[in-house]
């Protein structure tokens, strides 16, 4: 679709950092609810955090809560997720993608109607 674009993703060591951004493109889009998910070969995509823009509110799975941390900032229309203390189990492509409500959508990538070319985040030992 190309209404997403996903930057910022990268290699770096296990304990390291990294920010995606996610910067809405193309026609104005009407969800408000901005996810970040990952995928690995062969694998199902999983949700890893989202934000309700309107409140501000913000979801995590368990397995990053304490090391992930997803803002928006509205002046750039842009969703960021701040990778810190990387693990290798994190390396995966990392996608955004929006919905009109996060309650209703959350985490279920079927519900996402828009969706970002994905960013490959590499993590190493």
């Known amino acids: 679709q190309g209404h997403l674009v996903e930057s910022g993703g990268g290699s770096v060591q296990a304990g390291g950092s990294l920010r995606l951004s996610c910067v809405a493109s193309?026609?104005?889009?009407?969800?408000?609810?901005v996810g970040w998910f990952r995928q690995t070969p062969g694998k199902e995509r999983e949700g890893v955090a989202a934000?309700?823009?309107?409140?501000?509110?913000?979801y995590y799975t368990d397995s990053v809560k304490g090391r992930f941390t997803v803002s928006q900032d509205n002046a750039k229309n842009a969703v960021y997720l701040q990778m810190n203390s990387l693990k290798p189990d994190d390396t995966a492509m990392y996608y955004c993608?929006?919905?009109?409500?996060?309650?209703?959508?959350?985490?279920?990538?079927?519900?996402?109607?828009?969706w970002g070319q994905g960013t490959q985040v590499t993590v190493s030992s």
């Open positions: 993608a929006a919905a009109r409500s996060c309650v209703a959508a959350w985490p279920r990538p079927p519900l996402f109607n828009y």
């Open positions: 193309g026609n104005p889009y009407s969800g408000n609810c």
């Open positions: 934000i309700y823009k309107a409140s501000n509110t913000t």
